[in-house]
């Protein structure tokens, strides 16, 4: 069956410092590969996403590329903000369009 | 106002209540899901609707049972509450056929106690 697996967390980092949160999974198919952000207190919102191999998904200065080959879809930012604090889940949408998600990372932005 | 909205945001309860949880939404999308989410354990899939008349069990169904009153509503009922099932709930919905199907868009969770 599908599975999502990422980094573990929690990771913190400085603003202005460089982000990776790493993602694989395993899959039947083509699936469409997502990250989701979950901010304090709030539901989950779609943060990018991209549909085939080595589509890559970007939104507000976030990156990742679907990697068929290495079968990863990791999340970067250059500069992350105190404001990006939050926990990022990695999720896969398969044939059934049904999500598999990560276990979650969390993500502390100081200033 | 908000797209998927659920209602109570917050609820305490006692083993062996029925509690039921509720969502809507004005999207107009024909998918709808709940999930359950634990600390460590991401979201998992508890049920999901595609349209009125069709309802399937996600991973983890034993003990939680829905209902799809109408397009926009969906609600999640446990028969017995037991302490296991603390955790957050989330709601979420989605379109079908166009090219965002398979993206998910969740309300702002429920808070969900069982003491």
């Known amino acids: 069956g599908n599975s999502v697996t990422q980094m573990e967390g929690p990771v913190t980092l400085s603003e202005e410092a460089f982000l990776t949160i790493n993602c694989t999974y395993t899959?039947?198919?083509?699936?469409?590969l997502f990250w989701y952000v979950q901010y304090p207190g709030e539901g989950l919102q779609l943060l990018l996403k991209?549909?085939?191999?080595?589509d890559k998904g970007s939104n507000k200065g976030f990156e990742a590329t679907y990697r068929k080959e290495t079968t990863s879809f990791h999340l970067e930012k250059g500069s992350v903000q105190v404001s990006d604090s939050a926990v990022y889940f990695c999720a896969l949408g398969g044939s059934n369009y049904k999500l598999t998600f990560g276990k979650g990372t969390l993500l502390t932005v100081n200033p | 106002d908000a797209d998927v909205t659920q209602t109570p945001r917050n609820r305490i309860t006692k083993t062996g209540k029925r509690i039921m949880l509720e969502c809507s939404q004005t999207k107009g999308h024909d998918r709808m899901y709940w999930y359950r989410q634990d600390p460590g354990l991401g979201l998992r899939l508890i049920y999901y609707s595609f349209d009125v008349k069709d309802i399937n069990k996600g991973e983890i169904s034993d003990g939680y049972s829905v209902s799809r009153q109408a397009q926009a509503k969906f609600s999640l009922s446990l028969e017995s509450a037991i302490p296991n099932q603390t955790a957050l709930y989330f709601c979420a919905t989605s379109d079908f056929g166009t090219s965002a199907t398979d993206t998910q868009y969740f309300g702002p969770g429920t808070r969900l106690t069982v003491l």
């Open positions: 899959a039947t198919g083509y699936p469409s």
């Open positions: 991209a549909t085939k191999a080595d």
